[in-house]
C-alpha cells in the first residue's frame, strides 16, 4: 500500500521548514516551562507571573507592526536568521546565569522581554513566508501541519523540559533551548524558495497604514483577529498552570510540563486531521464551533481538581483552538497580496500575540484576587460571551473557504500590473 504524504510535505522546502520549526519550537519549551516555574518558585505570586505575561503582551503589541514592515521591506530569510541569533543569546545568557545560581525575578523578566522582542519582531515574517514554498491549492495543507508543527512541538518540548527539569535542574533546560535555535538557523539558509515577491515596501508610516488599511475593509479578516484577541485573553490559562499543578493538582514539576503540553496535543490531533484536505467548506461556522469549544473547555478546567481530567480538558481547549487556527491563518493569507502579507500578518500578530500574554496579565491579577479557579472560569465564560457576538456578523457565519481559494486560483496579473 502507498505511502500518501499530505499534498504540502510533497514540497521539499516546507518539508525542511516543517522540520526545523518543530527542532526551534520544542526548543523554546524547555525555556518556557522552566522560567513560568522558576518565577512562581522563587516568588509565590502570581502577580510575578502576570508580569511576564505583560512583558510580552507590551513587545507584541509594540513591536508587532514593526516585524511586519521590515518582513515586507527586507531579506525575510536574513532578518529571520538575525532573531534566531538573538533568542539564541538570551537562552544561553540564562543558562549561565541558572549554571552559576545567579538566576533571580529580574533576570527571569529581562530573558523573558528579550524573547518577546524575538518573537514579536519575526512571527509576522515567519507566518508569510509559508505561502511562498507551496501552491496555493496546497496552502491550507500547509497551514494546517505548520500548526501541528507548533503544537507537536511544546507538547514534546514541555513534557521533557518537565522531566529534565526534575531530574538534573533548570540550567540544562536552557541550554537545550539555547542550541535549537540554530536548527532553524540551517533551514532558513537552505531553502531555495524566493522567499518574497519582488515588489517590497518602503520602510515608512504610510507603508505601514496600507496593512491597516487593508485588514480594516476585509470583515472577514478583521473578525476573525478580534475573535481570536478576546479568546486568549479571556480563555488563557498558561500563567494559572503553576498555580493548579502546585497548590490544586499536586503534580509538581513533571505534571506542569504535561499540563504545558495537553493543549499542543489536542491541536496536533486536530492539525494531523486537517493537514490531509485542501476542502474545507463553511469555515466561518467551524471556527465559531472551535472557539465556542475552547471556552467551554477553559470552564471545565477552572473546575476540575482531578488530573486526568484537567489533562483532557486543556487537550480539548486544544481541539478547539486548532480548528479555528487553521482556518483563521489559511483565510488571512490566502485573502492577502504577497507584498502585503507581512504586515497584514503583523496585525494579526498583535491580536494573536497580544491576546495571551495579556491574558496571562488578567489572569493572574484575577488569581491574586479571587483565586486561580475564579479566574479561569470567568475566562472561560468570557469566551463564550464573545462567540456569540461575533456569530451575530452575518459574513463570517457564511464565509466559505472552498470558495474563497477557487476564487484565488483564477488567472491573476503579475505583481506590478494591478
Not at 17 to 31: E, M, N
Request: proline letters at 4%.
Amino acid at each position: 500500500m502507498a505511502l500518501h504524504l499530505p499534498p504540502s510535505l510533497r514540497h521539499r522546502d516546507f518539508r525542511n521548514y516543517f522540520l526545523g520549526s518543530i527542532v526551534t519550537t520544542a526548543g523554546s519549551q524547555f525555556t518556557t516551562v522552566v522560567l513560568y516555574w522558576q518565577m512562581w518558585e522563587i516568588t509565590g505570586s502570581a502577580l510575578w507571573l502576570a508580569a511576564l505575561g505583560l512583558s510580552r503582551a507590551i513587545a507584541q503589541i509594540g513591536l508587532a507592526l514593526v516585524g511586519g514592515l521590515l518582513a515586507d521591506s527586507l531579506d525575510r530569510r536574513r532578518f529571520m536568521v538575525a532573531m534566531q541569533l538573538l533568542q539564541a543569546v538570551a537562552s544561553l545568557a540564562l543558562f549561565a546565569l541558572a549554571l552559576g545560581g545567579l538566576i533571580s525575578p529580574w533576570a527571569l523578566m529581562l530573558g523573558n522581554l528579550v524573547f518577546a522582542v524575538g518573537s514579536a519582531l519575526e512571527t509576522p515574517a515567519r507566518q508569510a513566508v509559508v505561502a511562498n514554498l507551496v501552491p496555493r491549492t496546497d496552502f491550507a495543507s500547509a497551514v494546517a501541519l505548520n500548526n501541528v508543527g507548533r503544537n507537536a512541538s511544546p507538547a514534546v518540548g514541555s513534557s521533557l523540559a518537565g522531566a529534565l527539569f526534575a531530574a538534573a535542574g533548570p540550567s540544562w533546560c536552557y541550554l537545550v533551548d539555547g542550541l535549537s535555535w540554530f536548527a532553524m538557523i540551517a533551514v532558513l539558509l537552505s531553502l531555495r524558495s524566493t522567499l518574497q515577491s519582488e515588489r517590497r515596501s518602503n520602510v515608512t508610516f504610510a507603508a505601514l497604514a496600507d496593512g491597516i488599511r487593508f485588514v480594516r475593509g476585509q470583515r472577514v479578516i478583521l473578525s476573525f483577529m478580534v475573535l481570536d484577541f478576546g479568546a486568549t485573553f479571556f480563555g488563557t490559562a498558561t500563567s494559572l498552570l503553576p498555580i493548579y499543578a502546585s497548590d490544586i493538582l499536586h503534580v509538581g514539576p513533571v505534571g506542569f510540563g504535561l499540563l504545558n503540553a495537553a493543549p499542543s496535543v489536542g491541536q496536533v490531533i486536530t492539525g494531523v486531521i486537517m493537514g490531509s484536505t485542501n476542502r474545507i467548506r463553511r469555515a466561518g461556522k467551524w471556527v465559531l464551533l472551535g472557539v465556542g469549544f475552547y471556552g467551554a473547555c477553559i470552564c471545565g478546567f477552572a473546575l476540575s481538581s482531578w488530573f486526568p481530567l484537567s489533562l483532557l480538558l486543556l487537550a480539548g481547549t486544544g481541539v478547539g483552538n486548532g480548528v479555528s487556527a487553521v482556518l483563521r491563518s489559511t483565510s488571512n493569507n490566502l485573502l492577502t497580496p504577497d507584498d502585503l502579507r507581512g504586515r497584514v500578518a503583523a496585525v494579526n500578530s498583535v491580536f494573536t500575540g497580544g491576546g495571551p500574554q495579556l491574558g496571562q496579565f488578567e489572569g493572574g491579577l484575577v488569581a491574586e484576587a479571587f483565586g486561580a479557579m475564579a479566574s479561569a472560569l470567568s475566562g472561560g465564560v468570557g469566551v463564550l460571551v464573545l462567540v456569540a457576538l461575533i456569530a451575530l456578523v452575518p459574513e463570517v457565519r457564511r464565509f466559505d473557504l472552498t470558495a474563497a481559494i477557487h476564487a484565488l486560483n483564477e488567472p491573476v496579473a503579475p505583481p506590478g500590473r494591478r
